[in-house]
């Protein structure tokens, strides 16, 4: 089955298209939506939006998710990864820590992925945070990390959690047991949140 082709073009003047547009942005904003703004960012991208309305979008996941991961840390409540707005919440976090990883701001990046390991409520996801947090302070760089850990073919597309690395060259376990030091200097630096 062949996909439709977007005409790109013929959307930026679909007046139901845009009002739709109109309409999940409204709906984000009111709803202080993260999943929403996620849409929003998908459709103005496939439709060539200028830079100024996407950055606008972008910010508002960033700080929304922020204000978000501050609330629940609060009140000691995880991001559950069954929840389309805890998801996109913790996509919009982990994507900032990449970002922060990619401009080497190795202390920022490693404090935002051991946050993610102490907020998010999947296993998996936790041990693929605490392997992220780990490749940082070995002082491995981004482009080291991607090319020498991230097994990229092994990505399913079709999972939601997608958008999180957690396909490794070599099982997440393995790599754990591989950077037992920093998991453990980790763990300890996490105390400081368990106590709040």
Do not use: W
Not at 23 to 42: F, P, T
Not at 154 to 165: G, K, N, S, T, W
Not at 183 to 191: C, M, S, T, V
């Amino acid at each position: 089955m062949e996909t439709p082709e977007i005409h790109i073009e013929e959307l930026k003047k679909d007046e139901t298209f845009l009002a739709n547009l109109k309409m999940l942005e409204k709906e984000m904003v009111d709803e202080n939506s993260i999943a929403k703004g996620y849409q929003l960012l998908d459709a103005n991208l496939i439709i060539e939006t200028g830079e100024d309305e996407i950055n606008e979008i972008f910010t508002f996941i960033v700080n929304t998710a922020f204000d978000k991961l501050a609330e629940n840390l609060s009140i000691q409540k995880a991001f559950d990864m069954n929840d389309t707005e805890d998801l996109a919440t913790a996509r919009a976090i982990y994507e900032h820590g990449i970002q922060r990883y990619s401009e080497n701001d190795k202390k920022g990046a490693k404090e935002i992925f051991l946050i993610l390991y102490h907020t998010v409520n999947h296993q998996a996801l936790k041990d693929a945070m605490m392997v992220h947090a780990c490749a940082v302070m070995a002082d491995h760089s981004f482009d080291d990390f991607i090319e020498n850990f991230v097994d990229i073919d092994a990505v399913d597309v079709q999972d939601p959690l997608a958008f999180f690395i957690q396909t490794f060259t070599q099982p997440t376990d393995v790599l754990l047991t591989m950077f037992a030091k920093y998991a453990q200097e980790a763990k300890e630096e996490l105390k400081v949140l368990a106590k709040d």
